[in-house]
């Protein structure tokens, strides 16, 4: 059983930091690389970050403004928004695939088997 629950979004100023957390469930967490993704309002889903199993490799499309990370040990992966922009609204998931290399991580939202429900990111001018 997989199972994916988002936290931390909210409403933000233009220019403040939010930082967002997903858990998952299970006691195989360490087994998958994880993603962010975001689906900004009328506008299709689109990669975030991603990060590898054990948090060696990372990737963000707006380096360094967001950071991702995870924490093993409590089966959690955050995403740290920081100077953030009114363009930053949207409805923030997470999701997992199964990585049998240490180093793999995907951007391709069709690559990822499971999903979370999304957390709510807006933010005001």
């Known amino acids: 059983q997989v199972q994916l629950v988002e936290s931390g979004g909210g409403l933000v100023q233009a220019g403040g930091s939010l930082s967002v957390s997903c858990g998952i469930s299970?006691?195989?967490?360490?087994?998958?690389?994880m993603g962010w993704f975001r689906q900004r309002p009328g506008k299709e889903r689109e990669f975030v970050a991603a990060?590898?199993?054990?948090?060696?490799s990372t990737y963000t499309t707006d380096s360094p403004r967001f950071i991702i990370s995870r924490d093993n040990a409590k089966n959690t992966v955050n995403l740290q928004m920081n100077s953030l922009k009114p363009e930053d609204t949207a409805v923030y998931y997470c999701?997992?695939?199964?990585?049998?290399?240490?180093?793999?991580?995907?951007?391709?939202?069709?690559?990822?088997?499971?999903w979370g429900q999304g957390t709510q990111v807006t933010v005001s001018s």
């Open positions: 990060i590898s199993r054990s948090g060696g």
């Open positions: 299970g006691r195989t967490f360490s087994a998958y690389a």
């Open positions: 999701a997992a695939e199964r990585a049998l290399r240490d180093t793999y991580y995907s951007s391709k939202a069709s690559t990822h088997n499971y």
